[in-house]
């Protein structure tokens, strides 16, 4: 991460970084719940790798260039099983803050949980904000793709798909898409699926917390913070 982005006082997202300026709510946020004043150094960006620093006041005055982050590759995506009460947004909020760039909410066979067509848009809603929250704070300049729910086929059909199960080897960059199953563990029928395996570690993980390990283990590979088993 660049100096600039870390040292700065807040960051946020803007449609426009020729002319940025602030939706209501994130000013709101900004004033309000971070206290900042005029005249301190934040970063805006367009959400898609382009970002440059303002000063903060009535308008956002830009005091630097337009910089340009390169998409890293691969593209790390984590499909999680649908969970019960708040524990998928907690799980998008941490695989945002990693740097997972796709989220897919997934409805596996023994999911608790049923998104009806009626709420389904308003539950993707809900993350899509909960992801932007989360690369405000921890300074991303891309926004990460949540999705649409998708059903189990269409997430293993997804180029590069791994099914974490216990005892599989360790991720791999060259499978950098994760499939996390419900707590039930995965149905005969998606188990027989021509998935490869991916393990997660010694211990049976709650849905959440395996979509936080995969997000961060890739993530990590990715960067080579740590290297390939």
């Not at 600039?4 to 300026?21: G, N, Q």
């Not at 997804?158 to 991720?171: I, M, Q």
């Not at 996390?180 to 917390?209: F, M, N, Q, Y």
Request: contains cysteine; aromatic residues 4%; charged residues 25%.
């Amino acid at each position: 991460m660049r100096r600039e982005l870390r040292e700065a006082a807040a960051h946020a997202f803007v449609s426009d970084l020729a002319v940025p300026e602030l939706a209501p709510d994130e000013r709101h946020h900004l004033e309000r719940v971070l206290r900042l004043r005029a005249g301190e150094d934040v970063t805006v960006s367009d959400g898609a790798g382009r970002w440059r620093r303002c000063r903060f006041g009535e308008t956002l005055e830009p005091v630097g260039d337009i910089q340009h982050d390169e998409r890293p590759l691969p593209t790390v995506t984590i499909a999680v099983a649908l969970t019960k009460g708040e524990r998928l947004d907690w799980a998008v909020q941490k695989l945002t803050e990693l740097g997972v760039d796709r989220i897919v909410p997934m409805a596996a066979a023994r999911s608790v949980v049923r998104w009806d067509a009626d709420r389904a848009a308003q539950h993707t809603e809900r993350l899509r904000r909960i992801a932007r929250a989360a690369a405000m704070q921890s300074r991303r300049t891309r926004l990460p793709a949540v999705e649409d729910v998708h059903s189990f086929a269409d997430a293993a059909a997804l180029a590069g798909a791994v099914l974490a199960e216990p005892g599989g080897p360790g991720p791999s960059l060259d499978h950098p898409v994760v499939l996390v199953g419900p707590e039930g563990g995965w149905s005969r029928e998606e188990a027989a699926t021509d998935v490869s395996r991916v393990g997660l570690g010694a211990t049976v993980l709650r849905t959440e917390t395996a979509a936080v390990a995969a997000g961060a283990l890739l993530c990590a590979l990715r960067i080579g913070l740590v290297g390939p088993g």
